[in-house]
């Protein structure tokens, strides 16, 4: 009876502990797909890093295959879909992308872009990060901004 008792109170806590840990991944999950809204010519602040090298071919949160020549980014607070234009504020470059996957997650680190990109703006390896000014250009749904904004 004794034994008994004991493999209940073990499959008991097995399943609390599974449990709790599928709630913690999907709060988790939650967390990492859920982006504040934007609206188009909306602006941010803040710094930009490259991609780690190695990911080409690997799928991305949105699902699309990631290609470091592409023009495509990750960020934690923009949604999927999104694209902006991400300008370096100690040089002035700029280039456009579309958010695709999620991260950098690290201090005021908002944008990881391609390689591509990032060399369009002078963001090098040797570099690291870089601050820059990111603009909704359009929203996943195709909001875009005025044409009074638009070229601001």
Not at 3 to 24: D, H
Not at 25 to 52: C, I, M, N, W
Not at 70 to 86: I, Y
């Amino acid at each position: 009876m004794r034994l008994l008792n004991l493999k209940f109170m073990s499959l008991v806590m097995l399943a609390i502990v599974a449990a709790l840990s599928a709630a913690a991944f999907a709060e988790s999950a939650d967390t990492a797909s859920a982006a504040r809204p934007v609206h188009p010519g909306q602006t941010l602040k803040a710094s930009a890093t490259r991609y780690p090298g190695g990911l080409n071919g690997h799928k991305t949160a949105s699902g699309e295959r990631f290609h470091q020549s592409a023009h495509t980014a990750a960020s934690n607070k923009l949604p999927l879909g999104t694209h902006v234009k991400v300008t370096n504020l100690d040089n002035g470059a700029s280039t456009n992308v579309k958010v695709t996957d999620r991260g950098p997650g690290l201090g005021s680190r908002r944008i990881d872009l391609t390689k591509k990109a990032a060399k369009e703006i002078g963001l090098t390896p040797k570099k690291g990060i870089v601050p820059v000014q990111i603009k909704v250009t359009r929203t996943p749904d195709g909001r875009e901004p005025p044409p009074s904004q638009a070229s601001r």
